[in-house]
Every structure is written in structure tokens, then in C-alpha cells.
């Protein structure tokens, strides 16, 4: 079994611009690109696990969504970066499925795919939701920035994260000092 770190997509690893597919508006977050490769280097797999209502919401479909993962593969790629996987939710918010954060199914999937210890895994995002998926999952967690939308609903009163930083950088920076 082995660590893994657990990355929101939009605001933790690329800027987060609503219901994006199109490779072109496509940019990574402030230190992300040296935050991944530290934890990389550190023998954690990477593996992305995003929320995608736009596919439940008719704005785009699951092509279009791959066609975004895979230009965002070749940009880690030439990055010297690999992940271990890419899972997201096609669901609403609505649709109370075990796999939307701040539920830990894609997690959990992505364990048992990929042979991860959650224990010895971390789960950074930009959100509440990301952060109560973490900890649901049995991961240690870093918020990046200062919040989102919904972060102060009661639902995610007991999700304080381990560590709260500025980029993905200083994430890795925490990561490897505790690891």
C-alpha cells in the first residue's frame, strides 16, 4: 500500500474558472507545478479527484471533460509530473450519490484501484468540501487559500483542516515535514 496525495482540480492544481473544458483557459495555481514534484519525489502518488456538475448540469459532456484531462496530463507531462488518476463526479449536488465531496467515494475508488494507504495519504483543496472528504476518507488535509462558496455552511463545522496554506508549494512544504 502506498501514499498518496489526494488534489482538487479547480483552485488547487489549475485556476479555477466555472464549468471549464477548453484546454486553452487551462493554468496552473501559483507553485503548483513545484509543490507536485516535491511530493512526487517523495514517493506519493498524485491523483485528482474533482467534482464535475457541469456534466449533470448539461454545459458539457464526459468527451469534452476527457479531452480536458488529457491536455492537462501533457502539461504535467512536460512538467516532468505523472498522475495516478484522474476521478470526478458527473452528479448534481443534488443528487446525493457517495461519490460527490464532501462524500469520500472517489477516495475511497481511487484506493482500491490504485492500492493507496489512506492513513498515509493527504487530501489538498481550495474548499470545505475537499477538506470533509479528506477526512471522511481517513486522510490528513490541507486547505489552500481562504475559503470558497459553501465553506460556512454547518455542514462542514467539524472540518478544520490539518493545515491551511497559500499554494500547493508550501502544501508539499507541510506534507514532506510531517511525513
Known sequence: MVPAIFLDKDGTVVEDVPYNVDPAKLRFTRGA??????MAEHGFLLVLVSNQSGIAR????????????VHLERMLLASG???????????????????RKPAPGLLIQAA???GIDLARSWMIGDRRSDIEA????GCRTVQLGPGGPGDDDETFARSEPDFRCADLL?????VIGTA
Open 112 to 114: 482500491a484501484a490504485l
Open 33 to 38: 507545478v513545484d509543490g507536485l514534484r516535491l
Open 81 to 99: 509530473l505523472r498522475l495516478a488518476g484522474f476521478h470526478y463526479c458527473p452528479h448534481a449536488p443534488q443528487a446525493a450519490c457517495a461519490c
Open 58 to 69: 448539461g454545459y458539457f459532456d464526459e468527451a469534452a471533460l476527457t479531452r480536458l484531462q
Open 170 to 174: 508550501e502544501a508539499a512544504r507541510h
Open 134 to 137: 479528506g477526512r471522511r476518507a
